[in-house]
């Protein structure tokens, strides 16, 4: 679902590699520690190297690709420093995007939030979990986009790619999406009430039940 109506410049071949690529790390098609090879890329995307050897070098700056000098690039490997880092780092900015949204955000601007909300809690019920990601990710990303403060939202968003790849792994229990849906029914209905507090506090409690959730589940399948 968009909800940016502004027009979008055509990408590059280099920004749909990147996307291309991207999208494969953070749905699992690429495993952690894979090589990613730039002809076997450039054969499954149809495009020259030039673009797929700019894409990669992009994917090591945001942290889903690791170049090993004289081996290639690497899928990265998911480590508990990074996602305790990844979450220290959103739990502690996403409240203050939240809260900037909402001392200026427009009734029109709220109720997009709550169809998000409601997608989530429909996709959940639906055992829908491309719909799920999908509007989990416009949720937090619609609030950052409107919050006032660019600065802060541009540091946000240096998170979202591996962000999204961890809530991709942490989508697979339909029985944890669940509560993960509550949490978002919660932070929402603060928003509704302006009660800045308790959406400050329900997003704070929501980014630490979404990381130990994570590391446990990484920890018992043998990945940390």
Do not use: W
């Not at 991709?168 to 339909?174: A, D, E, G, L, R």
Request: glycine share 4%; with cysteine; aromatic share 8%.
């Amino acid at each position: 679902m968009e909800y940016n109506t502004q027009t979008r410049q055509v990408p590059s071949k280099k920004d749909e590699a990147y996307i291309q690529i991207k999208d494969r790390i953070i749905s699992g098609e690429y495993r952690p520690g894979s090589l990613l090879v730039e002809r076997t890329l450039s054969d499954s995307l149809n495009m020259s190297r030039t673009p797929i050897r700019a894409a990669l070098m992009d994917l090591c700056h945001t942290g889903l690709a690791t170049f090993v000098p004289g081996k290639g690039i690497y899928v990265s490997v998911i480590g508990r420093k990074d996602i305790e880092e990844i979450y220290e780092i959103r739990a502690l900015l996403d409240p203050a995007v939240l809260l900037s949204f909402m001392k200026q955000a427009t009734r029109e601007q709220i109720a997009m939030l709550r169809t998000f909300a409601d997608n989530m809690r429909d996709a959940v019920r639906m055992e829908d979990t491309g719909m799920l990601i999908e509007n989990d990710v416009n949720f937090h990303q619609y609030y950052t986009d409107y919050c006032g403060n660019d600065r802060l939202a541009g540091i946000i968003c240096s998170t979202v790619d591996p962000f999204h790849r961890f809530r991709y792994i942490t989508s697979s229990s339909m029985k944890m999406n669940q509560i993960f849906v509550e949490e978002h029914l919660l932070i929402m209905k603060a928003i509704e009430e302006n009660d800045q507090a308790e959406a400050e506090l329900q997003m704070k409690a929501h980014y630490s039940h979404l990381k130990r959730y994570l590391i446990q589940k990484l920890t018992s399948e043998g990945q940390l």
